[in-house]
DNA sequence: CGATTTAACGAAAACGTTTTCGATTCATAC
DNA sequence: GTATGAATCGAAAACGTTTTCGTTAAATCG
């Protein structure tokens, strides 16, 4: 029942440990035979390395950390999924944690990781977080680390992101283009980068097209659920009575505000239309269908890591590292919650 | 920017390796003047004990493995997330990786987590898995193992389950008791524990309640997504136009099926009642929203991880083990896809 | 005061690899 | 025959902890 060690082989075969170690890497000063030998019995005990002696030895686990703010959700499940097909295509492991949006676990999560050791970092930031010195005292003890998707555009990493701010601009210019003229925005909390370039993209698109800016049609949310989608809804009709478009910051909010909508009978889109962003699942089922943006989650996954294993790489090697931001498209999903 | 050792410490402070190890670990035979100053310095140097060096000594990684069939998953995420706050709590991570259904896969992920040498493993089975022995292999090489959800109940370890034939009993009667006298079922795949037992609660509900058991009004799926529900249901209106409920053994399928029904104009529950199962959150988006039985993710994640904890620490201690079998409450969640 | 206990520390082995550097043998070259 | 080189192998250090077992000095006891 006892793990077998090089030692074993080795006492076996009345070899050295450092020849069964060599013929079972190839070194080329090692014969033929004993090579198969070695092999052959390796074969035949079932020999396992240790993984806590190699890692000892060579620096590095084959592991990488990813912490995200939210696991229950359906963008970044489609990332954690690229991130481990792509991680274990080159025999790399990944340790999930969750910040739940919240800046204190994220530094206590990024500790954890990093007092474990692993060979790398890819994190999508917590809404809370506004100080970076944690992510930067990573940088500069050269743990390799990529950001996606809720970055930080001030510390000096690789990044993988989309546009938000011409994504939004696009949504919103299709709700101009569909006939809206006064056109509510929900936005997500004051920090995130996704949130202030989302916006932009909106109020962008107002100003290029004559309509004016209209602040009081801004609605700051605070964690992008679905009940606050419903409320907002609801809060919109008190307030304006005039408004004929949304663009909503995230679908399930944007689900949310439908739902609301259809319970109290204000007919989309005929009354409001409604441009959601992420092309969750969810809405291309929930009645009428979500206009949407498509943002590729499996794809960033990839990148991400893709990113990440180049500069663990280079770092190994010694080489100078280049840090590389990623944009990837993203595309509007026309569907029934918007005229045409 | 290099590691700080033990031996750094024990060189500024004139003191042994040894001394300052049992200074950290707070061993009886070291003063309480030199345990202060050594955490003092600690604290100073910014001092992380190197995890490979204390896992190769202590043979343990404080790191599970979790496999699941699929990430992108309501019912999953929710696992995952259960088991993730668990695990943090008791200082463990978790290494997540995908079987995506696949038995090959499945055993492939199992031998990568026990090469890495992970202090447990969490598994939800694979539909396509038959055979038991990569399981069975692990137990006997004492690898603490915990099954959830998915199981096989022939092999001898501790599970976390719902009792799916009584909840699928609970639906079936549910759609008999509201009037249905013609009731269809879309099980899953011949071999996962669960849509045998679905199926079986099924069949009792009906035999129980004078209605004969038509095995033609049963369609066996695949895959279990969206796009089966969309096509059983075209084929069922085909096959039988006189079936007026459905019990289906996913949501996620029962929500194509009500997409489709409500594409041709079939009206629910008007004409064709439904009950899905597992409450995803989508179910209650849906228009109609959709009957279906609870699920208890989260907290099946939380349990599972707990029984794998025990397990580890009487492992551990030399302690017999008595596995266990936990079964979780599911319950009826009445919606608008029935009558009542 | 000698014997024994107690307190505080250090030496060293061990965990299982990887890799450098010699050491040995044997064939080849001059 | 000696010198050079290739071909094989092994010894040993190193990675950074943890823990056992001595060792020393001071304190306690009869």
């Known amino acids: 029942m006892k793990q077998v060690t090089l030692k074993q082989i080795a006492e076996t075969l009345n070899l050295s440990v450092s020849t069964v170690s060599k013929?079972?890497?190839d070194y080329p000063d090692v014969s033929k035979k004993t090579k198969r030998l070695v092999k052959e019995?390796?074969?035949?005990?079932?020999?396992?390395?240790?993984?806590?002696?190699?890692?000892?030895?060579?620096?590095?686990?084959?592991?990488?950390?990813?912490?995200?703010?939210?696991?229950?959700?359906?963008?970044?499940?489609?990332?954690?999924?690229?991130?481990?097909a792509k991680a274990e295509k080159k025999g790399y492991l990944v340790i999930i944690l969750q910040s739940n949006e919240s800046y204190e676990l994220e530094k206590k999560q990024l500790d954890l990781l990093s007092s474990k050791r692993v060979d790398g970092i890819l994190i999508s930031l917590a809404n809370g977080t506004a100080d970076f010195k944690h992510l930067n005292d990573l940088i500069l003890h050269e743990l390799p680390l990529v950001m996606f998707d809720k970055i930080a555009k001030?510390?000096?990493?690789?990044?993988?992101?989309?546009?938000?701010?011409?994504?939004?601009?696009?949504?919103?210019?299709?709700?101009?283009?569909?006939?809206?003229?006064?056109?509510?925005?929900?936005?997500?909390?004051?920090?995130?980068?996704n949130s202030i370039d989302r916006f932009l993209g909106y109020k962008n698109a107002l100003i290029e097209h004559g309509i004016s800016y209209d602040p009081s049609l801004v609605y700051i949310l605070k964690d992008m659920s679905y009940d606050e989608g419903v409320h907002f809804a609801g809060q919109l009709l008190k307030d304006h009575?005039?408004?004929?478009?949304?663009?909503?910051?995230?679908?399930?909010?944007?689900?949310?505000?439908?739902?609301?909508?259809?319970?109290?009978?204000?007919?989309?889109?005929?009354?409001?239309?409604?441009?959601?962003f992420s092309n969750w699942f969810m809405s291309s089922v929930i009645s009428p269908t979500l206009t949407t943006i498509d943002q590729p989650g499996y794809e960033m996954g990839?990148?991400?890591?893709?990113?990440?294993?180049?500069?663990?790489?280079?770092?190994?090697?010694?080489?100078?590292?280049k840090f590389k931001t990623v944009e990837l498209e993203t595309k509007l999903i026309k569907r029934a919650s918007t005229r045409n």
Chains 1, 2 share one sequence.
């Open 23 to 25: 013929a079972l890497k």
């Open 41 to 84: 019995t390796v074969e035949l005990l079932n020999y396992k390395p240790n993984a806590f002696a190699v890692n000892l030895r060579t620096k590095e686990s084959k592991t990488i950390g990813l912490i995200i703010p939210e696991v229950v959700h359906h963008f970044f499940s489609s990332v954690i999924k690229g991130i481990i």
């Open 154 to 193: 001030i510390v000096n990493c690789s990044k993988v992101i989309i546009n938000d701010r011409k994504a939004a601009y696009t949504a919103t210019k299709y709700l101009i283009d569909s006939g809206c003229k006064r056109i509510a925005h929900f936005r997500g909390p004051l920090l995130p980068q």
């Open 241 to 276: 009575n005039d408004v004929d478009g949304i663009f909503i910051n995230t679908d399930l909010v944007a689900i949310g505000a439908i739902t609301e909508f259809n319970r109290i009978g204000v007919k989309v889109p005929e009354d409001i239309s409604i441009v959601g």
């Open 302 to 321: 990839k990148e991400a890591f893709k990113l990440l294993y180049k500069e663990i790489k280079r770092r190994k090697e010694n080489l100078p590292i």
